[in-house]
């Protein structure tokens, strides 16, 4: 529960707060507000589990109605499509990368509707991609565990290649921030290598960390896999 109420607040954080002011002026603001959305509330979210408590979470009536839905075979087939290793992967990629490339990215300041869609598409995508990643209860992983690691370490490449784009370009890449009014001391350059900082910093850390975390238990002894494995339900049991 603290996971998931977590994310729903830095969700709101990234959207609601001085970050969506700040983010027509700074370009680094405005990396920290995609970082949130991609990085951080969607795995907390995640953790949370929130599959089982959301639907019983809903009117008795509301679930009757649905209950057809639910068991629709072409909305399993979607979902499965959507939460499938691969398709998770491109999708959120794709998204990420797609959005920053200049023309799409000056497109969101002519249009909020737009913004607001590129925020729907790094949100809803990243969900996909740390649900792969965490399989939270009730659901499946489609791969062995171990496909996660370089699951992660592939985004973590397309994270540097981006990041260090924007970092060694050694020219501002969007014109609105040449043009926008300078609300602190960095020039736009300045701006946009600390925004490229920030996303492979804070990313790569959030890639990697759980990727060698991973590593660690899948290397480490049997023996000691399996106590701890064991351990949870022994203290359920008593």
Known sequence: MACFVAGIVLLWIAIASPIDALDDYLLAAHMIQHFILMSVAPPLIALGAPTVPLLRGLPRLVRVGLRPLFRAHWLRSVLRFFMHPVSAWLLMNIAYLGWHVPAAFEWTFR?????QFEHAGFFLTSIAFWWVVLAPWPSHRAWPRWT?????????????????????????????YVEAERVSSLTPLQDQVAAGAEMWVLNSLVFLVPAMALTFQLLAPRSGRSASASSPVKSHVG
């Open 111 to 115: 249009s909020e509707s737009v913004h």
């Open 148 to 176: 996660v690691i370089p699951y992660l370490l592939s985004a973590d490449v397309l994270n540097t290649i981006l990041s260090a784009t924007l970092a060694f370009s050694g020219r501002p890449l969007y014109p609105s």
